[in-house]
Nanobody
């Protein structure tokens, strides 16, 4: 059974940093993994992805501020220079496009 367990969310002031972690278990191969987020009243959107080869992808809204990395089946999201508009529930995802497996989500709140 595939399971994705996220950690690292919380409350941070604008300009601050947070690091999210997602550990995947129950999988036999290495796949693309990523982070998505959903703010209240908005659709879920891509934050970052990383392939099994280490290729990364970011939307313009986070490029230069967020960095995704991985160690085998654990993926990290380093978030710097956080803005209030980054406030959302952040979800880990396994697979491409996104894939069919999601974590339970972790809340990130950027507020003074």
């Amino acid at each position: 059974q595939v399971q994705l367990v996220e950690s690292g969310g919380g409350l941070v002031q604008p300009g601050g940093s947070l690091r999210l972690t997602c550990a995947a278990s129950g999988i036999l191969s290495i796949y693309t993994m990523g982070w998505y987020r959903q703010a209240p009243g908005k659709q879920r959107e891509l934050v970052a992805t990383i392939t099994e080869y280490g290729h990364t992808n970011y939307p313009d809204s986070v490029k230069g501020r967020f960095t995704i990395s991985r160690a085998k089946n654990t993926v990290y999201l380093q978030m710097n220079s956080l803005k209030p508009e980054d406030t959302a529930v952040y979800y880990c995802n396994l697979g491409s496009g996104p894939g069919p497996y999601w974590g339970q989500g972790t809340q990130v709140t950027v507020s003074s």
